[in-house]
């Protein structure tokens, strides 16, 4: 490996780890890297001294324009769109701002965000570039990129759901969610759940989920005790397998049966530690960097 290719190595956690948080999407935040990489390759760094904010503004571009490019098809969208999960390592999860920037929850949120807005403020915000590298990464003036970071903020502050620092309440809720699930225990959903609870379905019309979210406590149980009582794409329901790992930052649920992964889902609690959101992701082009079992951040 020769030293470019070492200076790229040293940064592919990093630049990852933007592109993802911008795009929401594991295989597109790939594509990027990669893409990042030819253009590192080809251009003449004889004047960079500084690989981590070059690589950094090669990374932030290719996200917007991608992310530009991908708008039309998340606007129609067949169904509710959820971010691409991935493994997260648990020490992502013990730190909480690294927890709570790659949750589901926040990726939603971003999600809303213009492709600029979003790019600084993951940049400023989770990474902790100054407004001046920002600047020089998305190519607009200082003043501009202070004016979308504030824009952003007030944005997302204004969104930010509650996010559930203790681990130990967050798994524990996640695995009586799913006890409840696979028993078909009613009554002790009712308890579980907050009685606003919305349940996010994202089956990309590939699957059979809910074509919009699911509103209300007694909604929500019906449609869950309905699911679990019937074969799910040819798998019986006593036939899949469940465990509990890091997605996303936090404790959630891998469902595999057939030999595939199936599903994955991840819970938000509210003040009182009742489930106040459930994110379903069933699309199975969603679900590749689930099945690879690599951990990416």
């Known amino acids: 490996m020769n030293a470019d290719q070492q200076t790229f190595a040293d940064h592919r956690n990093l630049l990852f780890s933007i592109a993802y948080r911008i795009l929401g999407s594991a295989a597109d935040a790939e594509d990027v890297v990669q893409d990042a990489w030819f253009k590192w390759s080809a251009d003449d760094r004889s004047q960079v001294s500084d690989p981590k904010a070059y690589l950094a503004r090669i990374v932030s571009n290719l996200s917007m324009e991608r992310l530009r490019s991908t708008r039309h098809q998340r606007e129609t969208y067949v169904g509710p769109w959820l971010p691409e999960p991935i493994l997260t390592q648990a020490d992502a999860a013990d730190d909480v701002a690294t927890a709570e920037s790659v949750s589901m929850a926040m990726l939603v949120v971003l999600e809303t965000l213009s492709p600029l807005e979003r790019a600084v403020f993951v940049l400023k915000e989770v990474f902790d570039f100054s407004y001046a590298e920002i600047g020089e990464a998305v190519e607009r003036s200082e003043s501009a990129v202070r004016q979308a970071a504030h824009r952003a903020r007030e944005h997302v502050q204004a969104r930010r759901p509650r996010f559930e620092t203790d681990r130990v309440k967050r798994r524990e809720a996640t695995e009586r969610f799913f006890a409840a699930i696979t028993g078909g225990d009613i009554n002790e959903l009712m308890e579980l759940l907050a009685p606003e609870v919305t349940l996010w379905t994202d089956g990309g019309g590939k699957v059979r989920q809910a074509m919009r979210p699911i509103v209300g406590i007694d909604n929500v149980a019906r449609w869950i005790v309905g699911a679990s009582q019937r074969p ?18 936090g404790p959630g649920i891998v469902l595999t049966g057939g030999g595939r992964v199936i599903a994955t889902l991840t819970v938000d609690l509210d003040a009182d530690g009742r489930i106040l959101t459930v994110h379903n992701v069933a699309n199975p082009d969603k679900l590749h960097a689930v099945a690879d079992g690599v951990k990416r951040i």
């Open 232 to 249: 799910y794409e040819g798998v019986e329901i006593a036939d899949m397998a469940a465990e509990v790992v890091d997605i996303n930052g």
